[in-house]
């Protein structure tokens, strides 16, 4: 399998057996049945579960398809996240996260500064990160950023931590597998949210870390056993399910993106216009080399004049959900401001395109303005 989409309808699926489903449905169970040894691929609940394992195995194959690539998957993005930096970093130990990141990371801060462990901050923009290297255990990269959008070189971080023998983290979620490879580009891990883009229905809480080493792969394994974020065997259906149609939602939703984008260079309300698609952005010429053509995500963000204005705009949309996620087949946006833990003016737009056709959606953001501007 070469292409993205057919590697996505069919990546975890069993051997075709006659009268039974091509995906198999969830493996609801605590424990199986465990003659003699505990030995086997599945002996308990907080384990492992074969619903699991086909879908670890599935997002392996898009998250490295040309080398073997270790797949856990995990109650939520956050509990990927905490999986990774919990299970690799020691008291003593630094780490380098984005000050531009995922609202919870000044949380996880909070954490692992509680443990002892040192924790840096720099921007995602410039590769801003390489100055906070040395002596550091793990660097934390997140890109395209969430929701400022910025683009940092993901090879050229890689390299500069292993140098200085730092393993390297890579935030997915909102380039998602077929928009950024980040193992392919020399990440240690691709860790994401699964809520989003991924399973793309809104309908699921999951989150996931991709290695291709097998021991750190055992590490971040045992810590989802020790705490006990295990995804459930429903939630992980519903994701391997909805990746039979990730390559055509993010065809739509990369394009609707880009459209929406473009139209909004010329609103004079509009300042701050980030997309890594638009020609324009500052990050475009990055994110050209290191995300693949035409997939820049579905995320589009813009500043307001303010508060009022932003919320008048969002009460005007028809098409649009306002709504905190990303990704989903369904349009969404939201004040950004609204939540106080992201360093955005009050009148900041995080806007999520969904699969409608770009000219409706479009037309409406427009004329939102229109009756914004009008108030």
Known sequence: MTGDGTRAVRAGLPEPEAHEPALPGPVFAAHYHLPGDAVGPYTYGRDANPTWT?????????????????????????????????????????????????????????????????????????????????????????????????????????????????????????????????????????????????????????GYASTRDAALADSVRLWRKTVGAIPGPMESWLAHRSLATLALRVRQQSAGALALATALTDRPEVTGLRHPGLPSDPS????????????????????????????????????????????????????????????????FIRFSVGVEEPEDLVADVLRALDVATRA
């Open 284 to 347: 475009h010429q990055l994110a050209t080399r290191q995300m693949r053509p035409g997939r820049f995500g579905s995320v589009v963000s813009f500043v307001l004049p303010d508060k009022p204005f932003a919320e008048r705009f969002l009460a005007a949309l028809t098409l649009v959900d306002e709504a905190t996620s990303f990704g989903g087949v369904r349009s969404s946006a939201e004040r950004r401001g609204r939540w106080g833990g992201d360093a955005v003016p009050e009148g």
């Open 54 to 206: 086909r879908l670890e195995e599935a997002i392996g194959a898009l998250e490295s398809p040309d080398e073997s690539a270790h797949t856990i998957a995990f109650a939520s993005g956050m509990a990927a996240i905490s999986a990774v930096l919990f299970s690799q970093l020691r008291s003593g130990d630094a780490v380098v996260l984005p000050s531009d990141g995922y609202q919870l990371l000044p949380a996880a801060r909070t954490r692992l500064e509680s443990y002892g462990i040192e924790v840096r901050t720099a921007p995602t923009a410039h590769d801003a990160q390489l100055d906070a290297l040395d002596g550091a255990r793990l660097l934390w990269i997140e890109t395209p950023s969430n929701p400022g959008l910025d683009v940092c070189d993901i090879r050229r971080l890689a390299e500069a931590a292993h140098h200085r023998g730092a393993l390297v983290a890579v935030d997915n979620t909102l380039a998602t597998p077929l928009g950024q490879r980040p193992l392919d580009l020399g990440a240690d891990f691709s860790v994401a949210s699964g809520t989003k883009a991924l399973t793309g229905h809104g309908d699921v809480l999951l």
